[in-house]
Every structure is written in C-alpha cells, then in structure tokens.
C-alpha cells in the first residue's frame, strides 16, 4: 500500500494527516499551548472542540463580528470564565483560526517541496492535497475566507498573506517545471492566482458541485488536467491526474 503523496487518494492522504477528532484537537492544542491557562490535555482539548466548533456555527448564522463572548459561551455551555481560559479575545481567537490553517498548509502542502516528486506529481499532490485539506477543514477555510473584511487590519494582512503563501507553492512548482522544458508559462503567478480561486469554489460554492454531481476528486482531476493542458504539458491528453478514470 503506497503512502501519500506517491498514492493520490483521500484515504492515503487520512493515513499522512489526521485533521479530525482527538488527535486533530490535540495538535491544535500543542500548537497554542502557551496561550492556554489550562495545561491539562485530556481536559482542554475537549473544551477547545466545543470553543471551535461554536465559533463556525456562529459565525455562519450571524457573522463573527455580530457574535460575543457570550453567544459563544452560551453556544458552547461553557462559562464566561471558563472560556478566558482558554481565549483572551475575539480577535486571539480569530488568530488562532487563522494560525491553525497556515500551520496545516505549511505542514502538509509545504512539505511537498522536501520530497523527490517531478513537477508533475508536486502540483498533482498540491492541487489534491489542498482540496482533501478543504474537505476536512472546511469550517476553518470558509471563516478565514468568509470573515476576513471583519478582521482587524494585522488579521486581514494575516489572512491574505495565508493565500499568497499557497501561491507561491503553485509558482514553485510551475518554474521547476518551466526549468526542466516540461511546462510552458508566461505568468506563473496569474495562473497560480487563478488555480487558487478555483480551488476555493469547492468550499464556498459547493452546492453547485452537489448539484451537478460533481465528487471531490473529479474536480480534482478537472483543474490538475486543464493545469496541465495550459501548461502545454505534453501528457495532458493522456489523462494525467491518474485517478480521473476512477473518480
């Protein structure tokens, strides 16, 4: 059984990175350990679940900036004190969203560049792995999308800078494959910014996807296939997302 990013499937990318339930928590938890009052794991990383969680469900149905500390304490069931333990602010909290994100993108996407992948198979791993990381994450990727005009102005710049970093990955990938004459491209990055808004249609326009029947990977395999084809990649027409005929 081959492991991500050598094997393109969400299972093989649930097996490298666990995104969900008490393991997920938990890395969130070390992550932002000296912000926290509670030092205990088995206790915080349940009250973080629920801190969390209460925030999307809130920001969602009246917006971030109309919600309080006390619709969330009160969303949450946990106390007013209870959650100063944990958050010192909306806008910490707000960080820590966005903290959490840029660390998952680093880790996960980042890392691509360390391994021993042609061009090819780093903007395969890129464009799947960014769209597995959706898919798992949404909450966290449509309140950072969603809520960023209500952010302070070093939040916003946060938040903006978290997409121009997954840019650069594309253009990364795009010049190693213009240096090795596999690719043909003008303007690395207008084609990774125009990568990267399509990739963000599957988290805020994803009832378009539900209703034309559209499953993750194939649209997957629909951006990384005309990626390639505008890229002049000469394998293009040969199916090159590899899983397309399986999706």
């Known amino acids: 059984m081959a492991d991500w990013p050598e094997e393109i499937s969400l299972e093989a990318f649930r097996r490298a990175w666990v995104l969900e339930g008490e393991e997920f928590w938990n890395k969130v938890f070390e992550m932002h350990r000296d912000k ?6 088995r206790v915080a990383i349940g009250n973080l679940e629920k801190i969390f ?4 469900k809130l920001a969602n149905s009246k917006g971030f900036q109309a919600m309080s500390l006390r619709d969330l304490s009160s969303e949450s069931g ?3 004190g209870g959650l100063y333990a944990y ?15 840029r660390n998952y993108i680093d880790e996960v996407i980042g890392e691509l560049v360390t391994k021993d992948l042609d061009p090819v198979d780093r903007l395969r791993a890129i464009i799947y792995g960014e769209l597995f990381m959706m898919q798992l994450l949404n909450p966290w990727y449509y309140f950072c999308y969603m809520e960023l ?8 710049q946060q938040a903006m800078d978290l997409e121009l970093r997954f840019d650069g990955l594309l253009v990364d990938a795009i010049n190693a494959g213009v240096k090795n004459k596999q690719f043909v491209c003008a303007n690395p990055e207008l084609l990774a910014s125009s990568i990267t808004g399509q990739l963000q249609q599957w988290h805020l326009k994803h009832w378009k996807f539900k209703l034309r029947e559209v499953n993750l990977e194939q649209y997957a395999a629909h951006i990384f296939d005309n990626l390639l ?9 040969a ?5 397309a005929q399986s999706a």
Not at 89 to 97: D, H, T
Request: glycine share 12%; aromatic share 4%; proline share 2%.
């Open 78 to 80: 946990i106390s007013m």
């Open 149 to 156: 005009k209500g952010l302070d102005r070093e939040q916003q």
């Open 36 to 41: 926290i009052q509670i030092k205990n794991p």
């Open 239 to 243: 199916g090159a997302s590899g899983i």
């Open 87 to 101: 958050i010192g602010s909306k806008n910490e909290l707000a960080s820590v969203i966005e903290g959490v994100l």
């Open 53 to 56: 969680t209460a925030t999307f």
């Open 229 to 237: 084809l505008v890229l002049q990649y000469r394998g293009a027409e």
